[in-house]
């Protein structure tokens, strides 16, 4: 694909509103499990597209985090065991706690999306949630999260494209094991009737009954649950002796806009192709940004024959554009105001 281009208009990309009135109670703290009379949401599960070998390997996530009382010792434990997890983390609970996230990614796991609020959300809260927590652990961890989790499995299809568009390949990541942690809780008493009366006081018990059931595959575990710091080691301990061992969710390379590439495989985010050998994307939906570089916007550009295409480019008004890759060009938005916009040609 080769284009070149003149540029014609510049079109701004703005995240949706947060409707904070919509907001209803966090429960974070009580766990993702829908109460079992209403059953699972539908799309609780782990997508295919991550293609992970579930035999006897383990992919160990918690949710709900971080909490600065329980999350350094579940970071203790996995550097102990020498385990990877992926740390799906509520928008709410990243105030304070930034070192941690920090400290999660220094020690080699995956930060990821839980959403902002844990609550069920609506089309508006969804919307405005999923950039302005992508952005700030991006910000905060250096990388755009490449993994998000639905509070309670609640996966709708038009969750799903919104969050394909903002840069989440797999759309949402559910669990094929569900320790149900928050519901044994401090006492370690289980209350919920899908956990067998032999089980009812014995949190380790269950999950290992609930493992060899599936013979591996994603665990669901809240790391802001005191009964899951205090039981890891031995859980992590008992499942090595088991036989297990522990994987990690794969990582992608999703790129950014303006990254070098030789073929569309090369810009592996959403929509994204390789033109002139730099990735790029149709302006559909927000450009996946690096941090420390300016937001990417979207730019209608136009080949000297006066066919159109969008592409996104990034706004250099205040920061140089990269050298190797872009250019900086004068644009005019359809305010008529100019701006110098950097393309990768
Ligand atoms: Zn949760």
Not at 1 to 7: E, I, V
Not at 60 to 73: E, I, K, N, Q, Y
Not at 250 to 265: H, M, S, Y
């Amino acid at each position: 694909m080769r284009l070149r281009y003149g540029l014609l208009a510049l079109v701004l990309v703005a995240c949706a509103p947060v409707d904070e009135e919509e907001l209803v109670h966090d429960d974070a703290e009580l766990g993702d499990s829908l109460p079992f009379d209403e059953g699972k949401a539908d799309g609780y599960g782990v997508p295919a597209s991550l293609g992970l070998d579930k035999n006897r390997v383990v992919y160990l996530t918690f949710d709900d985090g971080p909490s600065a009382v329980h999350t350094p010792r579940v970071l203790d434990t996995l550097r102990a065991h020498g385990a990877k997890a992926t740390f799906f983390i509520t928008g709410g609970s990243i105030a304070g706690n930034e070192g941690l996230i920090r400290r999660m990614r220094d020690e080699g796991h995956i930060v990821a999306n839980h959403q902002w609020s844990h609550v069920i959300a609506s089309s508006t809260q969804f919307r405005g949630w999923v950039t302005r927590e992508r952005d700030l652990l991006r910000s905060i961890a250096g990388e755009m999260p490449q993994f998000f989790r639905y509070p309670y499995g609640a996966m709708a299809s038009w969750k799903e494209t919104i969050l394909k568009a903002e840069g989440y390949l797999d759309g949402g990541v559910g669990w094929d094991i569900d320790t149900l942690d928050w519901d044994f809780g401090p006492d370690g008493v289980a209350a919920r009737a899908e956990v067998p009366a032999t089980y009812k006081r014995n949190f380790e018990g269950y999950v290992m009954y609930r493992m060899n059931q599936r013979g591996g595959g994603v665990m669901l575990m809240h790391d802001v649950q005191s009964i899951t710091a205090q039981r890891l080691d031995s859980i992590l301990t008992r499942l090595e002796h088991e036989g297990y061992r522990f994987g990690e969710l794969p990582r992608r390379r999703a790129g950014f806009i303006g990254d070098d590439c030789e073929t569309d495989d090369d810009c592996g985010f959403a929509n994204g192709f390789c033109l002139g050998g730099v990735c790029t994307q149709p302006c559909t939906s927000t450009c996946p940004d690096r941090a420390g570089y300016p937001t990417t916007r979207c730019a209608r550009l136009s080949d000297g024959e006066g066919a159109s295409v969008q592409v996104c480019a990034q706004d250099c008004s205040s920061v140089a554009c990269r050298a190797d890759a872009a250019e900086c060009v004068a644009a005019t938005s359809p305010s008529g105001l100019a701006r110098r916009v950097c393309w990768g040609l």
